[in-house]
């Protein structure tokens, strides 16, 4: 029998997880460390510090800037001896109608989402080969169907899917999965924050809880298990997947 993907994936495999500070990524590093990896930590807040040590090596670093990708491989590849797996999490939010967007948001929010994303992938894919990994990215709800007010950042996660379709047939030939989750509403700071930027954040939550029909938002472990899932030895034969955590949001 093929070994369940929430039992230990084996004792040496190695990870880099950006947005690690909080929410998701956080709790991606926690079942990661469960399933038996050791993982470089990537996050611009120094909160990521305080995941330091049991195999986990943080590094404050933004993910915009160019040599992060590298640098965060690297340091990887001579602590951990290889790479098995890239998670590509961190993320900035933006509700906002498009004509209250300005270029500035437009820019700064693909250099933020899209950029680092396509940076990582080109930086770990070598190591990848090598060690025939995988690359689980976060892509959204947002990026699948229309959301309104979300025009820019929808883009970002639309940029992200197709970027995990296009790397997933590049290089099924050789060895590499490449998937993605595509969370609903998820109760972690990101959404806390931006509903308390809405002008009625209590009518705010009852749209989202209504939006989804299991009637709650995801925990961040719900979608934490599922990018460990996704990277599982027992899911040899999924690439090229966006996986929906959202209480059967995108079904209706
Ligand atoms: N929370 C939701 O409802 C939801 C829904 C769909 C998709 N997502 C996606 O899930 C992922 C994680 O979201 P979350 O809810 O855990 O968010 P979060 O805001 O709680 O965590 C995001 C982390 O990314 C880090 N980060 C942001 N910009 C960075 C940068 N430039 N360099 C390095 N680190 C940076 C932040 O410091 C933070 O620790 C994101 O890709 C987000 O788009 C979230």
Redesign the pocket.
């Known amino acids: 029998m093929e070994p369940d993907a929430m039992e230990p994936h084996a004792m040496e495999l190695s990870a880099v997880v950006?947005?690690?500070?909080?929410?998701?990524?956080?709790d991606v590093v926690t079942r990661l460390r469960a399933a038996g990896y050791r993982v470089v930590a990537?996050?611009?807040?120094p909160?990521?510090t305080s995941l330091a040590g049991d195999g986990v090596l943080p590094m404050v670093?933004?993910?915009?800037s160019a040599a992060?990708p590298t640098e965060a491989v690297a340091l990887a590849v001579s602590s951990f001896g290889r790479l098995d797996l890239l998670v590509?999490?961190?993320?900035?939010?933006l509700r906002r109608p498009i004509l209250e967007t300005s270029d500035d948001d437009f820019d700064s929010l693909f250099a933020?989402?899209v950029r680092?994303v396509f940076r990582f992938a080109r930086a770990a894919l070598p190591a990848l080969v090598e060690s025939r990994g995988c690359i689980v990215n976060?892509?959204?709800?947002?990026g699948l169907i229309g959301v309104p007010n979300q025009s820019v950042?929808a883009m970002t996660?639309g940029a992200i899917v197709q970027l995990t379709r296009q790397l997933a047939i590049e290089y099924a030939a050789r060895g590499v999965r490449v998937n993605a989750v595509?969370?609903?509403?998820?109760?972690?700071?990101?959404?806390a924050?931006?509903r308390a930027a809405d002008p009625d954040p209590g009518a705010s939550l009852a749209v989202t809880l209504a939006n989804h029909p299991i009637g709650r938002?995801?925990t961040?472990d719900e979608?934490a298990r599922a990018i460990v899932f996704l990277a599982a030895p027992g899911s040899a034969g999924i690439t090229g997947t966006i996986l929906s955590v959202d209480g059967g949001y995108v079904a209706r």
């Open positions: 950006t947005g690690a500070a909080r929410g998701i990524g956080r990537v996050d611009i807040s909160d990521v670093a933004d993910v915009t992060t590509n999490n961190a993320a900035r939010f933020t989402n680092p976060t892509a959204s709800i947002s950042y996660k595509a969370p609903g509403a998820v109760d972690t700071e990101f959404m924050e931006a938002m995801s961040p979608v």
